[in-house]
């Protein structure tokens, strides 16, 4: 919290690929030795770390739209916001196919 903190004090834009660079690189990245799955983590930041986040109202994280960043408001309005989601997320709130929701559930992966 701290660096997230310089950077909304020293910066007029958020800093997107240095807040991407560490979170995907540093804070996780560092965990990840797999090339493929540090791509694919900076690939999904790349759904929640931009400009659209800030610019765009409509902006969705997800197709279904369920999963979106609630407008300013009143904490009430984000505890509402957070109590509207799906109790078990769907893997399209990562960008996954819906297959694996599908595959997860049937009888024969478990």
Known sequence: ???LQIFIDN???PP????TY??????YGGRVTDERDRRLINSL???????SVVDDDNYKFSPSGDY?????GSYESYVDYIRRLPMIPHPEVNRICIMIDLDMYSPLSI
């Open 1 to 3: 919290m701290f660096i």
């Open 11 to 13: 910066y007029k834009q």
């Open 16 to 19: 997107w690929d240095a807040l």
């Open 45 to 51: 930041l790349s759904i929640f770390y931009c400009q």
């Open 68 to 72: 979106f960043a609630p407008p300013f």
């Open 22 to 27: 560490l979170t995907g690189e540093c804070n």
